[in-house]
């Protein structure tokens, strides 16, 4: 029983995946103020907590289950996610970039008539 508990700890301990995308989640949460500044320690360690009971209870019930090639699907749901916040944060800086040099003339470009 030890054994089998010590084996899917150590599975655990190797899912990167996962780790981005609570870390990503939180990041997301905390732009909502969802998640006070401060306070994400906490939230990572509830929801590491959550997803370890999580895939205990898989391991459990489906001990075939593939926990790396899981973690591996989840890995790429947090690359997705990340490039498209980072398209977010551009098309924000871009808005902000815009505004900003509104009205300041450009080297090379004339709005006069001649």
Known sequence: MLDSLLKVLLEWS???GLAALIALVI???KQFNLVED???QSWS???NLIAMAVFLGLKIYNPQIDLPGID???AKVAQIAL???GYVGQLGIS???HAAVRGVPVVGN???IL
Request: charged content about 10%.
């Open 110 to 112: 004339s709005y006069s």
């Open 14 to 16: 190797a899912l990167a």
């Open 38 to 40: 401060g306070k994400a």
């Open 45 to 47: 360690a509830a929801l």
């Open 27 to 29: 990041n997301v949460l």
């Open 83 to 85: 490039i498209i916040l």
């Open 95 to 97: 808005k902000g970039t």
């Open 72 to 74: 591996a699907e989840i």
